[in-house]
């Protein structure tokens, strides 16, 4: 019987432009290729960060901006370079935001979450930045809490139209006019309702930087759901029930060069199901650098979470992070002993291909992984699902099905009023 989920993808609001078509993801979009950053001219984007930011509002914005081309400044209002965001997430600026102070900005992007939204409104380097931003007519954008707490309670959004988090909603309406789009543009501001519109968040920003073409060749590789209807089907094989002995045990590397979105996303959004999560470091120290150059830092090494048991190992992708998977004995042992000790796994986008194929860990299963990868699976009969399940292996294609992924890992583990419940609460519903 098949896995069954709402994921509505609503198209972005817009006064002038039709809907973004269905998107089409030729293998000459791999997410691994330079020829994604094009020589357009450089644009500058300042995205801060605080303490209690949502890591995925955030991470993604960052990811998918820089895969355009635009130099992404990750800018810390707190004291140090290291903040702890939402769910445990732990993210390394590039700079402080009162290094930023002289810099010229073609965008600014504040991410939401609570209390990360506050923290940044009542920056007052932050403010002054932002102030001066719209003064001088640049683009400036929002999503999740921070269209309310920060750009309304700085006066930025009177006259326009903007939307933002529901609960925020009534906050929101004290100093905008609202409306309930996933994403809003009116003028140079852009805002967003949460983590489950994000990623078209991003391309809605990257479309404004650089144009329509531009977002359509950033949007293909991400494999977001063209599908704007209300539901999702996880092709699922030799049904079982997942089990944990209280709630799931879950270890989840990361390595230089990971997808920092499929990581981020994963490790979100089960830790919102209350999942015990482990984020180990398959390199030599706690810090990473991800595939776009997002620095984040893991809870502890692999070789000291390689001493504990886990119900379930799930990998994300990102090409350089999964050939350092498939080059890490310690992982590889840990897969295999996994897999032998009837236990769950799992994997995304380059990781199948990469890592469970070479290792013997796909076989007798079907699997899918990202479309420029899925000539190295050996059984490539169920490669077009967005998430595969057969029996206690999961695996999926890509950044934009990374949520679809997590959220039917949570169905397995916890049920499907769950997994609804966690989807509502992102907006991915």
Not at 119 to 137: A, P, W, Y
Not at 278 to 283: I, K, L, P, T
Not at 298 to 324: H, N, T, W
Not at 396 to 417: C, D, N, Q, Y
Request: proline share 5%.
């Amino acid at each position: 019987m098949a896995l069954r989920f709402l994921t509505p993808l609503s198209p972005f609001t817009k006064l002038t432009r039709p809907p973004l078509p269905s998107f089409h993801f030729p293998h000459k979009f791999s997410p691994f290729s330079s020829s994604l950053i094009m020589a357009s001219a450089s644009k500058k984007v300042l995205v801060p960060i605080a303490n209690g930011t949502e890591p995925m509002e955030a991470v993604i914005t960052i990811d998918v901006l820089r895969r355009a081309g635009a130099d992404v400044t990750v800018a810390s209002v707190e004291k140090q370079l290291q903040v702890d965001a939402c769910h445990g997430v732990k993210i390394v600026a590039d700079a402080f935001v009162s290094d930023c102070v002289d810099t010229v900005f073609d965008l600014i992007s504040l991410p939401g979450g609570m209390p990360g939204a506050t923290t940044l409104k009542d920056n007052n380097v932050l403010e002054s930045i932002v102030k001066k931003q719209v003064l001088e007519g640049r683009l400036y954008a929002a999503i999740c809490a921070a269209p309310a707490v920060a750009l309304g309670s700085w006066g930025l959004l009177k006259g326009l139209k903007a939307t933002c988090y529901p609960a925020f909603m009534e906050q929101l309406s004290s100093s905008a006019t609202t409306v309930e789009s996933r994403v809003q543009q009116d003028g140079k501001a852009i805002t967003s309702r949460g983590p489950g519109t994000a990623m078209e968040y991003s391309v809605a920003l990257v479309e404004q930087l650089f144009g329509k073409e531009k977002a359509d060749e950033v949007s293909g590789p991400l494999l977001m759901n063209s599908k704007h209807n209300d539901q999702f089907i996880a092709a699922e094989l030799n049904k079982l029930q997942w089990t944990s002995s209280s709630g799931p045990k879950i270890l989840v590397p990361i390595a230089d060069g990971s997808e920092e979105m499929e990581a981020v996303m994963i490790i979100d959004v089960l830790r919102r199901a209350k999942a015990e999560v482990v984020v180990a470091s398959v390199g030599d120290k706690l810090e990473i650098v991800a595939s776009r150059k997002v620095k984040l830092v893991a809870d502890m090494l692999l070789d000291e979470a390689a001493k504990l048991s886990y119900d379930l190992i799930v990998l994300p992708g990102g090409l350089g992070g999964a050939q350092a998977f498939a080059d890490s004995q310690t992982l590889v042992n840990l897969l295999k002993k996994q897999r032998e000790s009837d236990r769950f796994y799992g994997a995304m986008c380059a990781s199948p291909a990469l890592v469970l194929e070479p290792h013997g860990l796909l076989k007798g299963k079907k699997a899918t992984a990202f479309p420029a990868m899925c000539s190295k699976l050996s059984d490539q009969s169920e490669v077009e699902n967005r998430v595969v399940v057969d029996g206690r292996l999961v695996t999926s294609r890509g950044p934009g099905t990374s949520v679809e992924f997590s959220l039917a890992i949570v169905e397995k583990f916890m049920g499907h009023e769950k997994a609804l419940e966690l989807a509502k609460a992102m907006l991915v519903v």
